[in-house]
């Protein structure tokens, strides 16, 4: 059911020359500090759609995810996605490959998608994300209405998750692991971060985030010190809040989440996800959960076997 439902949000109705399998490319360049905010450019993972001439679907991984870690998703053939876009797997500011600066205002991280648009020569896009990068794509979609054709939210509601627990325990995480000392080998962090980390999936994501400077000597793929001062002060402009001034989305929405979230629940999560969206016709027909157990790890879509068989 849910290859339907994902497969409908995007449907094309012109026919294309088919070019095989798809190709993914590592956009160049590296992660550098600007002092500028309009200077920032994003990077990440280009997935080369199957068809001539496809439209483009940008889609955000969660805080702290490998982009990498959605290949396996876009290019299962059941789900027929890379049929109908290519994709764009981008880490937002402060993240990943993409570069640095200080501020994680939404409109900031709302201008750096339509910046990358524009450096590569994208017109319009669908746009997506898991989690907090799905927060980062629907501001985008707001403040920019006039560059998105549709926006899809994974394990996302438009609320202030500064207060929900599964939120607040990466924090915690953050917090435990901020003295760590990197000068250690590969095998001995991971040690250390297995001991600091109850939760396997986000110890896992904690380890892919170690970039080796040399032999020894490591450090953390995104802004460590950037992240943890804006999510240990509680403001608006904190990553994980959302706030009206960020606007409405008039086009086409879907939201998709476990039917045992600690992300997204069901009874009070749905209706900021029609306030927002204002054009989101409701319940199963663009809100819709996937069969899950009640294990944290059912927040990793792309992991769960109702999403990973679409």
Known sequence: MLSRQLHSAIRLTRNFTC???????????KSVVQANKEDVDLRGIHLKGKY????????????????????????????????????????PRNFGSSDKHASYYGEDMANDVVRFMWKNQISTATIGGHGIGGKVALTAACYHSDRFTGYMGVEYAPVDYQYYEAFREVKTYL????????????????????????????????????AMERPGVYSWNFNFAGLLENLNNSRASNIASWNSHYGLWGGRSQFCFSDHSRWVHLGTNTLPMMKTCVKNRGWNKDIFAFQSDESPANHWAYEHSAMSDL
């Open 19 to 29: 070019l095989g399998h798809s190709k993914v490319t590592v956009s160049s360049g």
């Open 52 to 91: 001539e001439d496809l439209p483009t679907m940008i889609f955000f991984p969660q805080m702290l995810d490998q982009a990498e870690n959605w290949i396996k998703f876009f290019n299962n053939p059941n789900n027929k996605l890379l049929e109908n876009r290519n994709v764009w797997l981008l880490y």
């Open 175 to 210: 917090n435990d692991v901020k003295d760590l000392n990197l000068n250690s080998s590969k095998a001995h962090l991971n040690k250390q971060l297995e001991d600091m980390i109850p939760d396997a999936k986000w110890c896992e994501i904690f380890k892919q985030n170690l």
